[in-house]
T-cell receptor, first 111, second 115 residues
Framework: GEDVEQSLFLSVREGDSSVINCTYTDSSSTYLYWYKQEPGAGLQLLTYIFSNMDMKQDQRLTVLLNKKDKHLSLRIADTQTGDSAIYFC???????????FGTGTLLAVQP | DTEVTQTPKHLVMGMTNKKSLKCEQHMGHRAMYWYKQKAKKPPELMFVYSYEKLSINESVPSRFSPECPNSSLLNLHLHALQPEDSALYLCASTPGGGRPGNEQFFGPGTRLTVL
């Protein structure tokens, strides 16, 4: 089955850029998503990218996709303390858009 | 109304109890999902309903019984649970019947503790 991996932890200083990485195994995944989860809360969709795209930018967020290496990244510019959360990548496709989530990266933003 | 609501927020139950989790959305979405999330782990898909019919059951034990009474409501009936079933249970919905690329909107979850 699909395997989606992320590094567990990332610490950055406020104002710096953060880059969260994700690798996946199933090359047939058609949609790739980034979700944010704050403590005790549900998941909030941040952005997503189609598999036929290389890059997508949305305000402070930039998603890069390297299909050859099956590597997805999320860059957050000018990281703020409010960005501290767990970030999950997820890959999806198929008739019911079943999502497979990555292991999650805890982003800690130091003031 | 652009949100998914879940009740209760917290639930504590014994292993012999029967309880139900409720999920509701009024966005006209026709696919609804139950996920289970253990602490510090990613959500794991349990069930998918598409147009009120069960389309995916990820080999979930029968002590979890989903029900979709109408297009806005999704229930998860719980019976004879084990302590290892303690987790955050997340509900999600998506436009249409779950077409790829459609955003899954998540509720805030029900924190379940089984004693």
């Amino acid at each position: 089955g699909e395997d989606v991996e992320q590094s567990l932890f990332l610490s950055v200083r406020e104002g710096d850029s953060s880059v969260i990485n994700c690798t996946y195994t199933d090359s047939s995944s058609t949609y790739l998503y980034w979700y944010k989860q704050e403590p005790g809360a549900g998941l909030q969709l941040l952005t997503y990218i189609f598999s036929n795209m290389d890059m997508k930018q949305d305000q402070r967020l930039t998603v890069l996709l390297n299909k050859k290496d099956k590597h997805l990244s999320l860059r957050i510019a000018d990281t703020q303390t409010g960005d501290s959360a767990i970030y999950f990548c997820a890959v999806g496709g198929g008739a019911t858009n079943k999502l497979i989530f990555g292991t999650g990266t805890l982003l800690a933003v130091q003031p | 109304d652009t949100e998914v609501t879940q009740t209760p927020k917290h639930l504590v139950m014994g292993m012999t109890n029967k309880k139900s989790l409720k999920c509701e959305q009024h966005m006209g979405h026709r696919a609804m999902y139950w996920y289970k999330q253990k602490a510090k782990k990613p959500p794991e898909l349990m069930f998918v309903y598409s147009y009120e019919k069960l389309s995916i059951n990820e080999s979930v034990p029968s002590r979890f019984s989903p029900e979709c009474p109408n297009s806005s409501l999704l229930n998860l009936h719980l019976h004879a649970l084990q302590p290892e079933d303690s987790a955050l249970y997340l509900c999600a919905s998506t436009p249409g019947g779950g077409r790829p690329g459609n955003e899954q909107f998540f509720g805030p979850g029900t924190r379940l503790t089984v004693l």
